[in-house]
């Protein structure tokens, strides 16, 4: 008895639906799996769409009298607010629908873009963690995104003219303009990001020949030992130690692979030996114990650096690389091929490993072009 009236008030709810439809202008309910929608061919665009035009929304009611009731008074809400031009998107979408108002909600947004446009690979990854990702962590995660927001965040967590604020500056514009803040205030975070150079760098106190090797001999493990050697004679990235091929170092010249999975990419790596450095033996591969299963490029390095500091190094693993930069400056190769060997441009060798470099070094190159001038 009860299926009969069911089946009965069918045919009386589709009567009407299509009445209730006659006196909409720009939608119309319809019924679909025993549930009732609107749709409409004026809609404004959904957000994450070019072009707005047909669109169908849920109503979250059943296709009953009782739901049809509901329905009713929605679709009259939708259908003024559309011949108004006051239609919002809000109240209609759900989960990944929405948009974005967090910074956390912002930031997953744009890694998630980020990845659609960028073949993801280990090094790759690295540099986006490292530029982007550790930079974002540093914004209160549930907070709106506002320009203000990423502008008091550059000043609390940065100084003036240092390559961090240029850093943040660069990666908080970024997602600003993704997130469409306002273009006119953007300029804002850029002139923050001003007063950083090259010669804004103090030159480093690099280490020299004789207290590399005296470094050397006071550390007793075997594997340290030979991370000391590889790095000061091959002027290699930290995390790069991980990443190469030897079988070539017994060769002449003893050149090193540095494999594809790295900052750069692949590269040969030529040698360059201090005074006294005999005893260095890198061609004796002995890895340390540290565990490189699952581990980017920036925990390998991280991990370098932590055990300078507790054999209390005094100074850190990068210190090794503008070491060899300048050594091999020193010794009369080019800047081109000192780049090469050590997998930048010769632009970055020009305005950032030299301007670390001390008197010592040009009063070298003085003498040496001078001695060669004398001989001619």
């Known amino acids: ?116 446009q960028t073949l993801r690979s280990p090094t790759k ?82 280490p020299r020949d004789e207290e590399i090797v005296d470094l050397w001999e006071s550390v007793k493990n075997p594997a340290w030992q030979w991370v000391i050697s590889i790095l000061a004679i091959y002027g290699l ?20 692979e540095v494999e594809e999975e790295t900052k750069t990419g692949w590269r040969i790596v030529y040698p360059s030996y201090g005074k006294g450095w005999d005893m260095m033996t890198p061609h004796i591969v002995k890895y340390p114990n540290i565990e490189t299963e699952g581990k980017n490029n920036n925990q390998l390095g991280g991990k370098i650096s932590q055990e300078f500091r507790e054999l209390k190094i005094p100074f850190p693993p990068y210190n090794l690389r503008h070491a060899y930069a300048q050594r091999m400056y020193k010794q009369g190769f080019s800047d081109t091929f000192i780049a090469r060997s050590m997998g930048h441009s010769v632009a970055v060798q020009r305005s950032i490993y030299r301007a670390w470099w001390d008197q010592d070094t040009y009063d070298d190159e003085y003498r040496r072009v001078m001695g060669l001038q004398n001989k001619a």
Not at 92 to 107: C, D, H, M, S
Not at 158 to 173: D, N
Not at 237 to 256: M, N
């Open 1 to 116: 008895m009860g299926g009969r009236s069911l089946n009965q008030s069918a045919p009386d709810l589709k009567e009407r639906i299509n009445q209730v439809n006659q006196g909409l202008e720009k939608v119309s309910i319809r019924e679909k799996d025993h549930r009732l929608y609107v749709r409409g061919r004026h809609f404004p665009p959904k957000p994450g769409d070019s072009t707005g035009g047909r669109y169908e929304i849920a109503l979250g009611v059943s296709a009953t009298p009782a739901g049809l009731k509901v329905a009713i008074a929605k679709a009259k809400d939708i259908d003024n607010a559309l011949l108004w031009e006051k239609f919002d998107w809000e109240p209609f979408l759900k989960g990944n629908q929405k948009p974005p108002e967090t910074v956390a909600e912002w930031v997953n947004r744009y890694e998630a873009q980020h990845w659609e």
């Open 125 to 206: 990854e690295n540099t986006y963690h490292k530029n982007y990702r550790l930079l974002f962590n540093r914004l209160p995660q549930n907070e709106p995104l506002t320009i203000e927001l990423l502008r008091s965040t550059i000043l609390s967590e940065t100084q003036p003219g240092s390559r961090s604020r240029k850093g943040f500056a660069i990666a908080f514009r970024r997602l600003a303009d993704f997130a469409g803040l306002d273009p006119s205030i953007l300029k804002e975070l850029s002139k923050l990001g001003k007063g950083y150079t090259s010669k804004s760098v103090e030159p480093r106190s690099l």
């Open 237 to 256: 990235r930290p995390h790069e130690i991980f990443r190469i091929r030897t079988d070539r170092i017994d060769e002449d010249p003893p050149i090193l």
